[in-house]
């Protein structure tokens, strides 16, 4: 299943268009602003009217307004939409698009041969983390090459990857069937040689252990010597 259309919309004097050109934002996508106005969407995410209203803002670029305003409350608001959107049919969607040209960059592991990444976050909380890059192939994580990289992982949260193949499993790829093999002089070099290196423990030198103890006294205590004069007959001390 390929993807037919894209919200992204820059440059159109909106906040949103300004917000989505600032270079470093590549990795978002445009939501619409009458997902952003239903306020189901909206439910249990603490805000101002005011940052709403920001973020709704059609004329943000024009002459006389005052760019010097703070947008951090509207940007985290957004990022946090954001990631409520990109698990919705619509935003899958729209993240294909993206996908599909790459600009969630590729995975760095030589076995994946490039595979196209998603991005991920480690957690679902603002200030947590950095945004990721998560590799269908391998199934593993990677910090983003891009700018992107500065981007909170809150705003596409920990389950996208995995719902955006849920909703196209058929673009979902094969695991890689090479692996590397560890090799000297052409031979496999066993797994128990790139072990890390464990020194062995070393016992204090004024301690010996309790079982050398009771040998030692054992040995040198008569009453548990054994007497000459005693013989066993028949299995019987005598």
Known sequence: MSCSHSNDLVGDGSWIGWFLGIKGNDFLCRVPTDYIEDKFNLTGLEFFSQTLDLVLEPEFEIPGWDNTVDTSDAEQLYGMIHARYILTARGVEDMCLKYERGDFGSCPRVFCKGQRTLPVGLSDQWNQS???IYCPRCQDIFQPRSRCGLLDGAMFGTGFPHMFFMQLPSMRPHPPKEKYVARLYGFKIHKQ????????????????????????LASTNPMTLPNPSRRSIRGLNV
Do not use: R
């Open 130 to 132: 950095h945004v990721k």
């Open 193 to 216: 040689a790139l072990m890390p290196y464990e020194p062995a423990e070393v016992l204090p030198k004024n301690h010996g252990s309790s079982t050398s103890k009771s040998t030692f």
